[in-house]
C-alpha cells in the first residue's frame, strides 16, 4: 500500500529543500570568498592549480613601496620599471597564458602604514617583487612565512636570510662594506692602524653594513669609528665634526642620498676631503644637480650588487632605452635596475611554477627555490637554492658622473671581496 503525502506537507517538504539548498550555495560562495584570503588553491580550466592572487585571466602580484618617505625616488623608479616589465609581458601573451597586474600600496617608509597595507593586500596576490625598507621587512617577515608569499625586499640586510619566501637579490650589506673596505685599502692608500669612519643608520640596514665593516677592518689591521643616525637626521654636521676629531682617513656611509649629500657636503667645506663609499641605498643621480655635486664626483664611491645603469651590459641598455621611451621624464637610477631586475626574476619563478603545474604560492615558492643560476642579463647570476646565503657574493664599485645614463659609471666589475667566503662561513657555522 502507497503511503498518502498530504499537499500541505509537501509544500513544507519542498520549502525546507529550497532553504536549505539557499544554505548550501550561501556556505559555498562564503567559503569560497573565504578559502581565497585563507590559501587554499583549485584547478584552473586549464589544469593549472592555483590559489590567491591567481585566476584563469589574472596573475595578481603586490608592491609595498615608499613614494612619499625618505626613498620616494627609488620607489617611483622600482614601481615604473617593474610596471614596465608586466607591460611587456603582457604584450606576448602574459604568463602561462595569464595577464600580469600590480597592486602598488604605498607606506612611506612607515612600518605600521606598512603593516596596514600588508594585510590589506596579502589576501589576493601570490608574490611580492617588491617591499620597499629594512624595518617594514623585519615587521612583515613572520606573516610574508606564514603566508608563502614569495617576496623580493628592496632592502639587503643579512637578517632578512635564512626564510624560504624571502629572497634577498645579489649581496647583503655586510658584503658589499667589505668590498668597500677592500677598495679603500687597495686603492685610496688606507694602510694598518688608520681609523675610518662609518656613518649608518639605525636598524638592519645600519647594523649588518656596521657588521662588515668592522669584520674587514679588523682583517685588514684598521679601527672603525661607528656613528649612528636615524632616517630623519639630514644635517650631518656633527658626525663630521667627530669624525675629524677621530682623525678619519676614510669613511663609510650606509644611509640615504640625503645624507649622504650632506656628509660629503660638509666634510669637504671644513677640509675633510677623504675618500668616501656609500651602500648602493646611499645614492641617486638626483645628487649631481645640488651644490654637493662637485664634492660627490671628487670623494665618493659606491658600492651595488648591480651594475651601473650606464653599464654597456646588453640586458641594461636594452632596458635604458625601453625606459626612456616608455618614461621620459624621469631619470634612469640604481633603482630602476633594482626594480627591473626583480621582475624579471620574478617572472622566471612564475614560468618555471606554471611548467610544474602549479601558480599557488607554495609551489611558488618552490619553483624559486629549485634555480642554481639565474641570469637575467641586468648583472650576475644569481643563487636560490640556498636560503642561509645571500644570492650573490658578486660587488660593484661605481662612481658618481654627472654625464653619464643614471649618474654613474662603474670603476671595478662585479667581483668577490677577498674574506668573503671567510666571512660567510663564519656566520653559517
Not at 71 to 100: F, H, P
Not at 109 to 132: C, F, G, M, R
Not at 139 to 144: E, H, K, P, S, V
Not at 237 to 254: F, N
Request: aromatic letters at 4%.
Amino acid at each position: 500500500m502507497k503511503p498518502t503525502h498530504h499537499p500541505t506537507h509537501r509544500a513544507h517538504t519542498r520549502t525546507l529543500l529550497a532553504t536549505a539548498l539557499a544554505a548550501l550555495l550561501l556556505a559555498a560562495t562564503g567559503c569560497s570568498s573565504k578559502a581565497d584570503s585563507s590559501g587554499s588553491t583549485g584547478d584552473g580550466a586549464d589544469g593549472i592549480k592555483t590559489g590567491p592572487g591567481v585566476t584563469g585571466k589574472t596573475i595578481r602580484l603586490g608592491a609595498l613601496t615608499d613614494l612619499t618617505g625618505p626613498y620616494a625616488t627609488l620607489g617611483k623608479s622600482i614601481v615604473q620599471a617593474q610596471q614596465m616589465w608586466a607591460d611587456e609581458i603582457n604584450a606576448r601573451g602574459g604568463i602561462c597564458d595569464r595577464r600580469v597586474e600590480i597592486v602598488v600600496k604605498d607606506h612611506g617608509y612607515d612600518v605600521q602604514k606598512a603593516v596596514t597595507a600588508y594585510a590589506d593586500l596579502s589576501t589576493d596576490v601570490v608574490a611580492l617583487p617588491q617591499v620597499i625598507g629594512s624595518p617594514v621587512m623585519a615587521a612583515l617577515l613572520d606573516d610574508i612565512e606564514r603566508d608563502k608569499v614569495l617576496t623580493f625586499p628592496q632592502a639587503w640586510a643579512a637578517s632578512l636570510l635564512d626564510r624560504d619566501s624571502v629572497q634577498v637579490v645579489g649581496t647583503t650589506y655586510d658584503i658589499d662594506m667589505i668590498a668597500a673596505v677592500d677598495f679603500l685599502t687597495r686603492t685610496k692608500g688606507l694602510a694598518k692602524g688608520d681609523t675610518i669612519g662609518h656613518v649608518h643608520f639605525e636598524g638592519d640596514y645600519g647594523a649588518n653594513a656596521l657588521e662588515g665593516s668592522q669584520w674587514a677592518a679588523k682583517k685588514a689591521g684598521l679601527k672603525v669609528a661607528g656613528q649612528k643616525i636615524k632616517a630623519t637626521d639630514t644635517d650631518l654636521s656633527a658626525q663630521v665634526s667627530a669624525l675629524r676629531k677621530e682623525g678619519v682617513k676614510a669613511i663609510l656611509i650606509s644611509a640615504g642620498p640625503a645624507q649622504t649629500a650632506s656628509l660629503v657636503g660638509v666634510a669637504a667645506s671644513r677640509g675633510l676631503k677623504v675618500p668616501v663609499v656609500s651602500s648602493a641605498p646611499g645614492y641617486a643621480p638626483q645628487l649631481m644637480k645640488t651644490p654637493a655635486a662637485p664634492a660627490l664626483a671628487a670623494m665618493l664611491n659606491v658600492v651595488s650588487a648591480a651594475p651601473a645603469v650606464s653599464s654597456d651590459l646588453a640586458g641594461v641598455r636594452k632596458m635604458v632605452a625601453s625606459y626612456q621611451k616608455k618614461y621620459p621624464d624621469s631619470p634612469v637610477d640604481s633603482g630602476v635596475l633594482s626594480g627591473y631586475n626583480a621582475a624579471q626574476l620574478m617572472g622566471r619563478d612564475l614560468e618555471k611554477a606554471c611548467e610544474s603545474g602549479s601558480l599557488a604560492r607554495e609551489d611558488v615558492v618552490k619553483a624559486h627555490r629549485s634555480q642554481s643560476a639565474v641570469d637575467v642579463g641586468l648583472g650576475t647570476a644569481q643563487n636560490f637554492s640556498d636560503k642561509a646565503r645571500p644570492a650573490s657574493t658578486s660587488t660593484y664599485v661605481h662612481k658618481p658622473d654627472a654625464k653619464a645614463v643614471g649618474a654613474a659609471v662603474n670603476v671595478e666589475e662585479a667581483h668577490t671581496a677577498p674574506g668573503v667566503k671567510q666571512y660567510l662561513d663564519s656566520r653559517t657555522q
